[in-house]
């Protein structure tokens, strides 16, 4: 199993900046790709942004891209995402979590494992 552990969230007015750290534990060999999701207050939760474990690949949902920006240290077993220009409908609770293969960053149903969620709100 792999533990993921978010964290870096908080509050930021509209146009500030935030960077999350996913720290994962466990069975980390077994990490193909990483991704971020959010969920806003009645809304499903969605894809914001991956990174493969071990090369260069990496994808952004259109509503963040030129604004996040997705990396990781392997030797941390740790993903960030920083996020500058944030706004207010950026507001969300952030979740990391991994994925086996990378045809399916895109879908949630596909994540093994799942962080417990940092909440970032942006106010305007």
């Known amino acids: 199993q792999v533990q993921l552990v978010e964290s870096g969230g908080g509050m930021v007015q509209a146009g500030g900046s935030l960077r999350l750290s996913c720290a994962a534990s466990?069975?980390?060999?077994?990490?193909?790709?990483m991704g971020w999701f959010r969920q806003a207050p009645g809304k499903e939760r969605e894809f914001v942004a991956a990174?493969?474990?071990?090369?260069?690949?990496?994808y952004y949902a259109d509503s963040v891209k030129g604004r996040f920006t997705i990396s990781r240290d392997n030797a941390k077993n740790t993903v960030y995402l920083e996020m500058n220009s944030l706004k207010f409908e950026d507001t969300a609770v952030y979740y990391c979590a991994t994925v086996r293969s990378w045809f399916n960053i895109l879908q949630r149903a596909m994540y093994d494992y799942w962080g417990q969620g940092t909440q970032v709100t942006v106010s305007s």
């Open positions: 990174v493969s474990w071990n090369d260069d690949n990496s």
């Open positions: 466990g069975r980390t060999s077994s990490i193909y790709a």
